[in-house]
């Protein structure tokens, strides 16, 4: 993916960055990402992490049997207690409680034992009073945004006592695919690096990792059916994810609400996969020198015999109804310089366009997955190549040329779009580059009202080439959570100088829950001499 994205950022100055002087991030409750409707009451709640407790509305559809919530009730009282705790033991706080109890009710059937999936319901309320606040979701979904959103408004007063505002709030999210992309191949991340990512996601309520697994680099994904692929295509035999270290992958997600979409992408960025798989790159000639290959031979019976026992195995190892199948930036010399190639297109009539190999390949490729009932996402070149693509297919946007034009055309012929061309992480800049990712409207085409009804979401991609797990974490946040309240939030919330003062609180909320986000400008975070 060296090529994405092309051309330098602009760079952001630090006039256009905020005013100079910058203090302290300040008390007081900062929602980020901003939610639908927020009313806020001057008046003030105490609360004490001896006398507060979460517990299920006797009514609700998710009792203590739901260990999706109990965990969550653990960790959101850990995150909202547990640094205090940490720091001072368990000295006593001698203030009067106001609020005592956050009452949780799931109005429907929980889904409590299921996966989230793109039509997933995470929408909630949160009504703040004392002794006993409430809050009410259709399904666990909701439940896990609205305890974010609930330990968020929670701050302490320069005494130090726990405090909250009486406040109503009603939200939900503008898009329903908010997604990070990590990639594994170019740099191997440790699975506690991509565990810590998740948490991060859930701060700022995204609910999709896009994992990027294998590629040309190292092939780490550990494959039952064809255990030769790492074996051989991985760095080395510790930098591999065995079926435990996904699994764990995918649950940890679940329990945040959080949908794991895996990229095995093809027919280009394969070469590790001929380490371990004997005939399945093509052989290169003319000019290279012998044993070079190029992309996934698309001419052979064997190759898509191998491409449907290995992506059957993918499909019952990840749960999500979609499969991310790659198909950018394939090289086509190779395929020229291929005589039983050349001998094949001649046969099938293609005249030497090798974009009608590449739609013969893809196509094939579509019908293994269908098999598998499982929907496919492929990045845009699939589509603009013209590759005759089922109904349901989602295309990723990520060229940054004229990706407004993109998406018209894409949404025209009736696919779903996922936006990620002015979200790519891995390009930085000096200054303050969150503000150019933040003031992005996905929806800023010319399409018709239904066209852009199919704008499912987006994604802010971190490509890991420059990327392993010393700077995942500062490279990642608080850049992306810019994209996490553009795709969350109204498309009304956009005034800059309200977000810098939430997010630069936010900031210092994640890097107290072990986040090590990076500051967004000059200043400090309270309690930072603890951190």
């Known amino acids: 993916?060296?090529?994405?994205?092309?051309?330098?950022?602009?760079?952001?100055?630090?006039?256009?960055?905020?005013?100079?002087?910058?203090?302290?991030?300040?008390?007081?409750?900062?929602?980020?990402?901003?939610?639908?409707?927020?009313?806020?009451?001057?008046?003030?709640?105490?609360?004490?992490?001896?006398?507060?407790?979460?517990?299920?509305?006797?009514?609700?559809?998710?009792?203590?049997?739901?260990?999706?919530?109990?965990?969550?009730?653990?960790?959101?009282?850990?995150?909202?207690?547990?640094?205090?705790?940490?720091?001072?033991?368990?000295?006593?706080?001698?203030?009067?409680?106001?609020?005592?109890?956050?009452?949780?009710?799931?109005?429907?059937?929980?889904?409590?034992?299921?996966?989230?999936?793109?039509?997933?319901?995470?929408?909630?309320?949160?009504?703040?009073?004392?002794?006993?606040?409430?809050?009410?979701?259709?399904?666990?979904?909701?439940?896990?945004?609205?305890?974010?959103?609930?330990?968020?408004?929670?701050?302490?007063?320069?005494?130090?006592?726990?405090?909250?505002?009486?406040?109503?709030?009603?939200?939900?999210?503008?898009?329903?695919?908010?997604?990070?992309?990590?990639?594994?191949?170019?740099?191997?991340?440790?699975?506690?690096?991509?565990?810590?990512?998740?948490?991060?996601?859930?701060?700022?309520?995204?609910?999709?990792?896009?994992?990027?697994?294998?590629?040309?680099?190292?092939?780490?994904?550990?494959?039952?059916?064809?255990?030769?692929?790492?074996?051989?295509?991985?760095?080395?035999?510790?930098?591999?994810?065995?079926?435990?270290?996904?699994?764990?992958?995918?649950e940890y997600a679940r329990l945040r609400g959080i949908r794991v979409i895996p990229e095995f992408d093809t027919p280009g960025h394969t070469q590790s996969w001929g380490k371990g798989q004997k005939d399945l790159l093509t052989p290169c000639y003319n000019k290279e020198p012998p044993g070079t290959f190029g992309p996934i031979n698309p001419i052979l019976n064997t190759t898509y015999s191998f491409l449907s026992k290995l992506f059957k195995e993918i499909s019952m190892v990840f749960p999500d109804q979609f499969i991310h199948l790659g198909g950018d930036e394939v090289e086509f010399y190779c395929w020229e310089s291929n005589p039983d190639i050349q001998y094949f297109m001649k046969q099938k009539g293609f005249k030497g366009d090798f974009k009608k190999l590449e739609s013969f390949y893809i196509q094939k490729l579509l019908d293994i997955i269908s098999t598998t009932k499982k929907t496919s996402i492929v990045w845009q070149e699939v589509f603009d190549d013209k590759v005759k693509l089922q109904q349901g297919t989602i295309v990723q946007v990520w060229k940054q040329e004229l990706y407004a034009l993109e998406q018209n055309v894409v949404t025209a012929a009736g696919f779903p779009v996922i936006l990620s061309a002015p979200w790519y992480l891995d390009w930085i800049s000096y200054g303050q580059d969150w503000i150019k990712y933040y003031t992005v409207e996905p929806l800023d085409f010319g399409g018709s009202q239904e066209q852009k009804q199919l704008v499912i979401g987006g994604e802010a991609c971190l490509w890991g080439e420059y990327v392993d797990a010393t700077n995942l974490t500062p490279r990642l946040w608080p850049r992306a959570s810019a994209v996490g309240e553009r795709l969350w939030s109204q498309k009304e919330i956009k005034n800059i100088d309200d977000a810098y003062k939430r997010l630069t609180i936010h900031r210092c909320r994640m890097v107290r829950r072990g986040i090590a986000a990076e500051p967004l400008f000059t200043g400090y975070c309270d309690h930072g001499d603890k951190m």
Not at 121 to 145: C, H, I, M, Q
């Open 1 to 250: 993916m060296e090529l994405r994205g092309r051309g330098p950022l602009t760079l952001l100055l630090a006039l256009l960055a905020a005013p100079s002087a910058r203090v302290s991030a300040a008390r007081g409750p900062a929602l980020w990402p901003r939610p639908r409707s927020v009313q806020t009451s001057p008046r003030l709640l105490r609360l004490s992490p001896e006398d507060f407790h979460f517990s299920h509305d006797p009514s609700s559809k998710a009792g203590p049997s739901c260990p999706l919530l109990r965990e969550a009730f653990r960790r959101y009282y850990n995150y909202i207690f547990g640094f205090y705790k940490w720091h001072h033991g368990s000295a006593k706080f001698h203030t009067e409680t106001d609020l005592q109890q956050l009452l949780v009710s799931v109005v429907l059937d929980s889904e409590c034992d299921t996966f989230p999936n793109i039509s997933s319901d995470e929408s909630y309320t949160l009504l703040v009073k004392g002794p006993v606040s409430f809050l009410k979701a259709n399904r666990v979904w909701g439940v896990l945004r609205g305890l974010e959103t609930f330990s968020q408004l929670i701050y302490q007063d320069p005494y130090g006592a726990f405090t909250i505002n009486e406040s109503t709030i009603s939200d939900s999210p503008r898009f329903p695919h908010r997604g990070i992309l990590i990639d594994t191949a170019r740099h191997y991340l440790p699975v506690k690096s991509i565990l810590k990512t998740l948490d991060a996601m859930a701060f700022n309520k995204f609910n999709v990792l896009h994992w990027h697994i294998v590629d040309d680099q190292s092939f780490p994904f550990q494959s039952i059916t064809f255990p030769e692929l790492s074996n051989k295509g991985s760095y080395s035999l510790s930098h591999v994810y065995t079926p435990n270290d996904v699994r764990m992958v995918i």
